[in-house]
């Protein structure tokens, strides 16, 4: 009955900073465009297709905007109009689907509660209030923490399913901001790691060969690949 309080009570604090970010995020998001806005929003939608699905996949300086214009479509398909703070409230969600990653990795670590606690507090803080109420901003920058780190959760779990969705996630965080490309060069150097060197016990690591690895050496490869697959025409087809 006392451990039971005692969770009730820190899932009440675990509450306050979500409650109080989307409080103030619904006060301060405006329905309407800025900066990068015009060109990756407005520039998409007044295409007609199939103009629109090239436009779609182009890059916008170094970033390929799929996944925010995607989902700017879906708003559009659904209201008739583009809704600048439904786009504020989808890409701040990535907070919580972000949280709720932390806690499941948390509770497979099976650490205790009350280390999760301030994890809330270090990610729904104030310090990205630029990014809150700025569409392009919110859905990129913050989707694309998520999209990584599910990426290389899922990568560090065995199995294949968890493998492919790894390498989907990978794919999709390359489409949602520049940066999201980095996550392959980091898969391929955990595979290399885990190649030249397998855990033998807590305290120790002992060098093996390939032939005792032809399962990592599988996974590196077909990580090398599809980082190139997904990296073709990358910088060739700038375009804002």
């Known amino acids: 009955m006392k451990n039971q309080s005692v969770k009730i009570i820190g899932w009440a604090i675990v509450a306050i900073p979500i409650l109080a970010y989307f409080y103030f995020l619904f006060i301060y998001s405006v329905n309407a465009p800025q900066g990068d806005d015009y060109a990756v929003f407005f520039k998409y939608l007044r295409k007609d297709w199939p103009d629109r699905l090239e436009l779609l996949f182009s890059q916008h300086n170094e970033h390929r905007l799929v996944f925010s214009r995607t989902i700017a479509e879906v708003v559009y398909r659904i209201n008739g109009v583009i809704d600048f703070n439904y786009l504020n409230y989808i890409g701040n969600t990535a907070f919580l689907w972000l949280l709720f990653l932390f806690y499941i990795i948390f509770q497979k670590s099976k650490l ?16 990205n209030w630029e990014n809150m109420t700025f569409a392009t901003g919110s859905v990129q920058n913050f989707f694309i923490w998520f999209f990584v780190s599910l990426s290389l959760y899922l990568y560090s779990r065995s199995g294949t399913l968890s493998f492919v969705l ?6 999709v965080s390359t489409v949602t901001s520049g940066s999201g490309i980095l996550v392959f060069p980091i898969m391929i150097l955990w595979s290399v790691v885990d190649l030249f060197f397998k855990r033998s016990n807590p305290a120790h690591r002992n060098p093996v060969s390939f032939a005792d690895n032809r399962p990592s050496v599988t996974k590196l490869i077909v990580v090398a690949i599809t980082f190139a697959l997904v990296a073709i025409g990358y910088f060739f087809t700038y375009q804002t």
């Open 112 to 127: 205790t509660f009350l280390l999760f606690i301030p994890v809330p507090f270090l990610l729904f803080n104030f310090w």
């Open 166 to 171: 790894a390498l989907m996630f990978a794919a």
